[in-house]
């Protein structure tokens, strides 16, 4: 079991069971809470202790959420680099066509960014391209666009930055990226940026950014 609870679920979980059963009361004497199924407060992965699969699974999640997913592939894969940030960090363009091996680095960085960001695991994610922020083999940011065709704008439909990471200028970097490459001719003005954030801080940026439509929460 790795799914990730559907939030509503949450709290009950990291609370006893409300049915109490006398096989229950068995299993606590001695085994606490080996095959019990917990929620990490940190990631969010609901998980079942004492499995080992489920333990590997919940610590390389938990791993990503707080240092950024493994993304040395994308690190080494000269071709789909955009632009340098600083002298550590690199965007990378991952398109929906790319690679499999390429694609997959992108599911984990959009699982950790959705987590972070307190938005459900977005499935639509896989056609949009990615443009990621990537420095010593971890993915720190991650900016999803898709073009939209009807209003002739660009569509930034997430933008994440690792929290340890922010104030850098990491989420200009990204969006700079998304405009250059989809330009026709020279990069797409910031104006014609259309934008929806679930958070303030992702509605503050793209308005001091310069984007045209930005659609924030209520
Ligand atoms: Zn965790």
Known sequence: M???APKRQRKSYSKTPSKKRATQTVLDLGQKTLGRRAECTICGLLYVVGDAADE????RRCDAYRRGARAARLECADARKVADVGETARVV???PTDARSLRAVVVEVRR???RDLGAPPDEEGER???YVAVERGRAVGLCLVEPIPTTNTLGVTALWVLASQRRRGLGAALVDAARQRFALAGPVPRADISTTHRT???AAFFEAYGAGRVYAPR
């Open 2 to 4: 790795t799914a990730t």
């Open 56 to 59: 590997a699974a919940h610590a």
């Open 93 to 95: 363009e991952v398109r």
């Open 112 to 114: 950790t960014a959705a």
């Open 128 to 130: 949009h391209t990615a």
């Open 200 to 202: 303030r801080d992702g």
